[in-house]
């Protein structure tokens, strides 16, 4: 009732596209200056909200998509710019705005979407689904996506201990960081949205 395979081999594509080591600095930079009880909060939410996004797409991604007239390479540009715009901010220090609106946007945008459930992630269940054999392979593809979103809010959960080592100046340094890798993940999505869309015209 349980293909190992297939829960590795998804686990680790997953794994590889959701980096949840190089998420570390980015969740660090976007929840610094909250309380602790917010940011495991905000942890628990983006995880919850990437898993909301990965299971709708993963139960029926496809026909959104078609229904939408939606390419795969225009979720990659689309999360690509989404991206840039967020990392343009963490670079010139804009994130210092009132913490309502901050407290709602990191935790939906840009952690829980697209920084997990990105276009790559999200390509990548519906093609696990798909391909699922029987019973045992939805099963596993099931639960290396459960798996997975365990790893995350576990890496963002502890990841907290960071901040209190760091203090302000680090935060800082780690938000300028942040902004650099994102903007550069951004860029490679956007590269690889439009390769595709020439390789497919």
Known sequence: ???????????????????????????????????????????????????????????????????????????MIAGGLLLLLIALDLLTGKTDEPKQTKDVNVALVPLGMPLLAGPGAIV???????????VAGQVSVWAAIIAMHAVLWLTMRYSLVIIRVIKDGGVVLVTRLAGMMLSAIAVQQIINGVLQVVRGA
Do not use: E, N
């Open 1 to 75: 009732m349980f293909d190992f395979a297939v829960f590795g081999s998804l686990f680790l594509t997953l794994f590889v596209i959701m980096d949840p080591p190089g998420i570390t600095p980015i969740f660090l930079a976007l929840t610094s200056g909250r309380p602790v009880k917010v940011q495991r909060r905000m942890a628990w939410q983006a995880v919850c909200v990437a898993f909301g996004v990965i299971a709708v797409f993963g139960i029926c991604g496809q026909q959104i998509l078609d229904y939408l007239h939606v390419s795969v390479p225009a979720l």
């Open 124 to 134: 990548s269940v519906i093609l696990a689904v798909q391909k699922a054999d029987g």
